[in-house]
C-alpha cells in the first residue's frame, strides 16, 4: 500500500475517525508515515499557538447592530430574500452548470404532450473521462446568459426500507454489494423520482450579456429536455453518525427535508464514508436541431481553452457517450473493468477518497467514498 | 433593518469578528472589518441564502488580508508608540515583544497566498472542515492538504 500523504495525515489529527481501516493499520506498521505524521503534528501544533495570538475574542453583536443602525448605513436593500436556488451562485455550483454544459447531458425526456414532437438525441451507453481544470470550468459563462432553464417537474425524495422496497419505487434493476469493507457505519436508503427539466435557447439574452455570448442562429429558440433519474442512493456511515460534527449533520438533514434548497457544495462537503449511487441512465431529447449542431454551438463558447476543445472533440459519439468529467487539480481517472462493463476509477490527489462509475442495463452505477481504489473497486465488483 | 438581516448578523457577528481577528491581531480592527463585510453582503444578497454564512467567512478573510496588506499607517504609529513607551514606562518590555510577535504573524499571514491564509484564519476561528471547504469552495477532502500547506508556510515565513 503507499504511504499516506500529508494531506490526510493532517485530516486524520483533526478526524480521527475519517482514517479508513487499512491506512490506520498502514500507519501502525509504517515508521516513514509515523515520522511523517510525527512531523505534521508538531508544526499543526506551533502554527495553533501563533494562530491563537493575544487569545480569543467574543464579540457581542448588539452594540455593533446598534453602530450599524445608527451610523445611517441602513442595510435595508437587503432583498425580501428568495428562496429558489439560484443556479451558478456558489463558486462549487458553476463548475456544475459547467459539466452539463460541456456535455449538455443529463436532461429530459419528456413525459408530456411535448414528447411527440421530441427526437431523442442523447441516450449515452458508454462512458469517457473528460479532464479538466476547475479554473476552466469555473470560468466558463453562466448558463443563465444563453436561456431560460425551466423544471418541468420536480424530482420527489423518499427513504427506503430496504432494497427491494427502493426496488419497487424506482423500477431500477439494483444491484448490491456483497463484499463490503469492516467498519462502514450503518445504511441509510433514499430515493429520488426521476425529474424532468428543459432548456430554452435565447440568442436575444445572449447578447444582451455580452463577453462574446452569442447563440447561433439554428438554436435560437430550440429546446433541450432532460431527463434524469430515478435515482438510489445508499449511504454508509453518514454525518449524522459522527455527533461532534454538528455542522455537517445539519446541512444534510437540510438537503434532505428541503431538496430545493440544497447547498450542492454544503451537501459534497458532507458525504459519508461510503456511498452507492444507480441511477436510470439520463436523456436529452430535442425539438429540433441535432446533437451535433449543439456540440459545434459548445465549442464556440468564450473561455473555452483549446485543451477542453479537444477533449469534447475526442468524445466520439457524442449521442451515446456519457462524458465524465474529471478535476486535473483535483483527482485523476483510469478506465476500468466491473464485471464485463467498462469503467472509470476516480481518485482525489491527497488519497483521501476514490471512487468508480460505470454504466450496466441501462443503469449509471457509482461507489465512492473515503476508502483506497482497490477496496471500492472489490465493492463494485462485488454487486450482484 | 430587515428582521432576516438582523438574525444573520447575531448569528454570525461573532464568528466574523473572531476570523478577521486571527488575520488582523487586532479586536477594534477586527470589528471594523466585520462591520464592512456585513454592509458588502447586505447590498447584494438575501439573507435567507443559503451560502450566507459560508460567504460572510470567506470575505472576513478576504477583507482582513487586505486590511493587513494595505496598512501602513499603523505600522507607523507602533513603531512611535513602542519607542515612546519603551523610553517612559520601564517593564513594558513584554507587551512590545508581544505586539512584534503579533506584526510578525499578520505580516507572514499577508505574503501567504490568499487561501492558504484563507484556510488557517479559518480554521483557528473554530470553523469544522465542512464549513471551511464551504468558505473556500472546495471539496471537504481538500481542507487537510491546504492545511497542512499553509501551515509548512506560514512556519517558513515566519522564520524569516
Redesign the interface.
Known amino acids: 500500500m503507499r504511504h499516506i500523504s500529508k494531506g490526510a495525515l493532517r485530516q486524520m489529527l483533526d478526524q480521527p475517525q475519517l482514517l479508513a481501516p487499512k491506512r490506520r493499520a498502514h500507519l501502525q506498521s509504517c515508521a516513514k508515515c509515523r515520522t511523517v505524521a510525527a512531523a505534521v503534528v508538531a508544526d499543526a501544533g506551533r502554527v495553533a499557538v501563533l494562530m491563537e495570538g493575544s487569545g480569543k475574542v467574543t464579540a457581542d453583536p448588539a452594540p455593533a447592530l446598534s453602530a450599524l443602525r445608527s451610523g445611517g448605513l441602513n442595510p435595508l436593500s437587503v432583498s425580501s430574500g428568495s428562496r429558489s436556488w439560484r443556479f451558478g451562485s456558489r463558486p462549487m455550483l458553476r463548475p456544475v452548470l459547467g459539466v452539463a454544459l460541456v456535455g449538455l447531458m443529463g436532461t429530459l425526456l419528456v413525459g408530456t404532450g411535448v414528447a411527440g414532437n421530441l427526437i431523442k438525441i442523447f441516450e449515452p451507453d458508454k462512458l469517457v473521462a473528460v479532464p479538466v481544470d476547475i479554473q476552466t470550468l469555473s470560468s466558463l459563462p453562466d448558463l443563465r446568459n444563453y436561456g431560460e432553464i425551466t423544471m418541468v417537474s420536480e424530482p420527489t425524495f423518499s427513504a427506503a426500507a430496504n432494497m427491494a422496497d427502493a426496488a419497487r419505487l424506482t423500477g431500477l434493476t439494483l444491484l448490491e454489494p456483497v463484499k463490503m469493507p469492516s467498519g462502514v457505519g450503518v445504511e441509510r436508503i433514499q430515493v429520488a423520482s426521476a425529474g424532468t427539466a428543459s432548456f430554452t435557447f435565447d440568442a436575444a439574452r445572449a447578447r444582451a450579456a455580452g463577453d462574446g455570448n452569442a447563440v447561433p442562429d439554428k438554436l435560437d429558440g430550440s429546446s433541450l429536455f432532460l431527463q434524469a433519474g430515478p435515482l438510489v442512493v445508499q449511504t454508509f456511515g453518514g454525518p449524522a453518525d459522527r455527533v461532534e460534527d454538528l455542522a455537517v449533520a445539519e446541512q444534510a438533514a437540510r438537503a434532505a427535508s428541503a431538496p430545493e434548497q440544497v447547498d450542492l457544495a454544503g451537501l459534497l462537503s458532507s458525504l459519508p464514508d461510503l456511498m452507492i449511487v444507480q441511477m436510470k441512465s439520463p436523456v436529452v431529447s430535442s425539438n429540433g436541431p441535432t446533437v451535433a449542431e449543439y456540440r459545434d454551438a459548445l465549442l464556440t463558447l468564450p473561455n473555452l481553452s483549446p485543451a477542453l476543445k479537444a477533449q469534447i472533440e475526442a468524445v466520439g459519439d457524442p449521442s451515446t457517450t456519457l462524458p465524465l468529467p474529471i478535476p486535473i487539480d483535483l483527482a485523476s481517472s483510469r478506465r476500468v473493468d466491473i464485471n464485463g462493463a467498462a469503467g472509470l476509477a476516480v481518485g482525489d490527489n491527497t488519497g483521501v477518497g476514490s471512487g468508480v462509475v460505470w454504466q450496466s442495463g441501462g443503469v449509471v452505477r457509482a461507489v465512492a467514498g473515503t476508502l483506497a481504489e482497490d477496496e471500492v473497486l472489490a465493492i463494485a465488483r462485488s454487486m450482484r | 433593518?430587515?428582521d432576516?438581516?438582523?438574525r444573520l448578523?447575531?448569528a454570525e457577528?461573532?464568528r466574523v469578528?473572531?476570523i478577521a481577528?486571527?488575520v488582523v491581531?487586532d479586536?477594534a480592527e477586527?470589528?471594523d472589518v466585520?462591520?464592512e463585510v456585513?454592509?458588502a453582503f447586505?447590498?447584494k444578497?438575501?439573507?435567507?441564502?443559503?451560502?450566507a454564512p459560508?460567504w460572510l467567512h470567506r470575505a472576513a478573510t478576504n477583507a482582513a488580508l487586505n486590511q493587513v496588506r494595505g496598512r501602513r499607517r499603523r505600522e507607523q504609529r507602533e513603531s512611535f508608540s513602542q519607542a515612546g513607551a519603551a523610553s517612559a514606562e520601564p517593564g513594558v518590555d513584554e507587551l512590545i515583544v508581544?505586539r512584534e510577535?503579533?506584526r510578525a504573524?499578520r505580516e507572514a499571514l499577508a505574503r501567504l497566498p490568499k487561501r492558504s491564509a484563507a484556510v488557517?484564519?479559518l480554521r483557528?476561528s473554530g470553523l469544522?472542515?465542512?464549513?471551511t471547504?464551504?468558505a473556500l469552495?472546495?471539496?471537504?477532502?481538500?481542507?487537510?492538504?491546504?492545511?497542512?500547506?499553509a501551515?509548512?508556510r506560514?512556519?517558513k515565513e515566519?522564520r524569516k
Open positions: 433593518m430587515s432576516g438581516f438582523e448578523f447575531n457577528y461573532p469578528v473572531s481577528n486571527r491581531r479586536r477586527a470589528e466585520a462591520q456585513f454592509l447586505s447590498r444578497h438575501s439573507p435567507f441564502a443559503d451560502y459560508a508581544q510577535e503579533q504573524v488557517l484564519a483557528s469544522t472542515y465542512a464549513e471547504a464551504a469552495g472546495v471539496g471537504v477532502g481538500q481542507v487537510g492538504t491546504m492545511l497542512r500547506r501551515e509548512a506560514l512556519l515566519v
